[in-house]
């Protein structure tokens, strides 16, 4: 492993989501204060995932063209100018900005973020290999998990402490900060010239992250004086589907997808509004219980990483078993917890649900890490970026509509539902989700 890269990556993800916390938090928060619509604020979220989607479809463009790094770091670059303009005008307008131009702000921050998804994860293989990799991708959730919990928890503190002005600000710094790690982060396959002297990326079709260490491909792909190959002249939109026609070409590619979109298009049953709802209707609790219910989620997920992270050696030798289990477990305890009606044993529940969660997403993530080039890695985590914020999107809307029309127990019943019939997907589809194992790096359809 690649440690000091991989230390500066993991750094600048955990200080730019936690500045994306507390920006959120806080604008929403000052949104609602001064225009008093409820509407008004929800359209910050809107916007982030809407921007995302589409910068996820386009983002093939851009990885296709320059090193992961340099992405990394203009992503980092623009959010942080796009935030010092939005701060800027936030404290010049006073209680009267131009709302109009504050979510264009927030619209183009998401938009360079979501860049930062696909380039991330196809970086970690670059950086880790062997066991290294599912190390790697068990600490990059750990990391996130803990983000969350600690961010969410602390966001609404330091709101009400120091004001939505003040919180800006300390985001701003963090995004400062992510933007220091970025710049320090090299990648193994593109040479030893830094990336913002030459940004244009070194790697080729048909380059294996499987076969081969980071190192060696550095030395017997490029040599250290090597030239930067051409781009083939390709046309844009060639260029923006050619990720979907890999994931189209691939029994296990295309598996290892929809079993991530089933699965998520039940996993939206955690947002606030409906784990509030469960505690109100389900267990008649206030809804201090809400906050204990996202508290409890998050540490059995950092717990379930941990675990995981150190269960590598057996793990790595039994990635699908251990996703088809997890997911499975996970699935089963979704159903109890929608069934129980006790406040401790519901904490108890979801307490246990990270170690499931997290060996059935770092098993999943890991897969499609091995089953795919290193040139066209960025491509299919694009295509399955732009995927995710659209079943995000449909599964807030479906879950919302059962949740009134159906109740919300039924709700989470359905959830649940939902991941096993992805389980039961992924037994039918073994044959095709365990060649990801005996013959990783290769990228053509079976």
């Known amino acids: 492993m690649h440690k000091r890269s991989f230390t500066y990556l993991l750094g600048t993800q955990t200080m730019s989501n936690a500045a994306d916390i507390l920006y959120i938090m806080a604008l929403v928060s000052l949104v609602f204060h001064e225009t008093d619509s409820i509407f008004s604020s929800v359209l910050v979220p809107l916007l982030r995932m809407g921007a995302q989607m589409i910068s996820g479809f386009l983002a093939p463009l851009i990885l296709a063209r320059f090193q992961l790094p340099f992405i990394l770091f203009v992503s980092q670059f623009g959010q942080l100018a796009f935030f010092a303009l939005l701060l800027g005008h936030l404290w010049s307008a006073g209680p009267s900005p131009v709302w109009v131009l504050v979510f264009t702000l927030v619209a183009a921050m998401s938009f360079l973020d979501g860049w930062t998804t696909p380039a991330r994860n196809a970086l970690i293989p670059r950086l880790a290999s062997g066991e290294?990799?599912?190390?790697?991708?068990s600490l990059v959730s750990v990391s996130d998990q803990t983000v969350q919990l600690a961010g969410w928890?602390?966001?609404?503190?330091?709101?009400?402490?120091?004001g939505s002005e003040k919180t800006l600000l300390v985001a701003g710094g963090l995004y400062m900060v992510a933007m220091i790690f970025t710049s320090l982060i090299r990648d193994p396959l593109e040479g030893k010239a830094h990336y913002l002297l030459q940004p244009v990326t070194r790697v080729r079709s048909g380059d294996s992250l499987a076969s081969t260490s980071p190192?060696?491909?550095?030395?017997?792909?490029?040599g250290p004086e090597s030239e930067s190959p051409a781009l083939p002249p390709k046309r844009k939109?060639?260029?923006?589907?050619?990720?979907?026609?890999?994931?189209?070409?691939?029994?296990?590619?295309?598996?290892?997808?929809?079993?991530?979109?089933?699965d998520l298009l039940g996993g939206s049953v955690w947002v606030g509004a409906f784990t509030l709802a469960f505690a109100q209707q389900v267990l008649h609790k206030s809804e201090a219980w809400w906050g204990y219910i996202n508290a409890a989620y998050f540490a059995g997920a950092i717990g379930g990483?941990?675990?995981v992270l150190a269960s590598v050696k057996y793990l790595q030798r039994r990635l699908l078993p251990a996703m088809l289990v997890g997911m499975a477990c996970y699935g089963l305890l979704?159903?109890?917890?929608?069934?129980?009606?006790?406040?401790?044993?519901?904490?108890?529940?979801?307490?246990?649900?990270?170690?499931?969660?997290?060996?059935?997403?770092?098993?999943?993530?890991?897969?499609m890490q091995m089953s795919v080039s290193a040139h066209d890695l960025p491509k299919v985590l694009s295509?399955?970026?732009?995927?995710?914020?659209?079943?995000?999107?449909?599964?807030?809307?479906?879950?919302?509509?059962?949740?009134?029309?159906?109740?919300?127990?039924n709700l989470y019943l359905f959830s649940a539902l939902l991941t096993l019939i992805a389980v039961i997907y992924g037994i039918f589809s073994r044959r095709a989700l365990s060649m990801s194992l005996t013959a990783p790096g290769a990228s053509s359809s079976e």
């Not at 290294?132 to 991708?137: E, F, I, P, S, Y």
């Not at 190192?215 to 490029?222: I, K, R, S, V």
């Not at 939109?237 to 089933?262: H, N, P, Q, T, V």
């Not at 069934?339 to 059935?360: C, D, F, H, R, Y």
């Open 132 to 137: 290294g990799l599912m190390r790697a991708n």
């Open 153 to 162: 928890g602390l966001s609404g503190v330091l709101v009400a402490m120091l």
């Open 215 to 222: 190192a060696q491909l550095e030395d017997t792909l490029y």
């Open 237 to 262: 939109k060639e260029i923006l589907r050619e990720g979907w026609s890999l994931i189209g070409a691939s029994r296990r590619l295309k598996a290892l997808i929809f079993m991530d979109m089933i």
């Open 305 to 307: 990483g941990i675990i």
């Open 334 to 367: 979704t159903a109890w917890y929608a069934l129980n009606t006790l406040p401790p044993l519901t904490l108890l529940i979801v307490l246990l649900m990270g170690l499931p969660a997290e060996m059935s997403v770092v098993s999943r993530r890991t897969m």
């Open 383 to 409: 295509a399955q970026a732009t995927l995710t914020s659209m079943t995000f999107c449909i599964s807030l809307l479906l879950m919302g509509w059962i949740a009134d029309h159906l109740g919300i127990v």
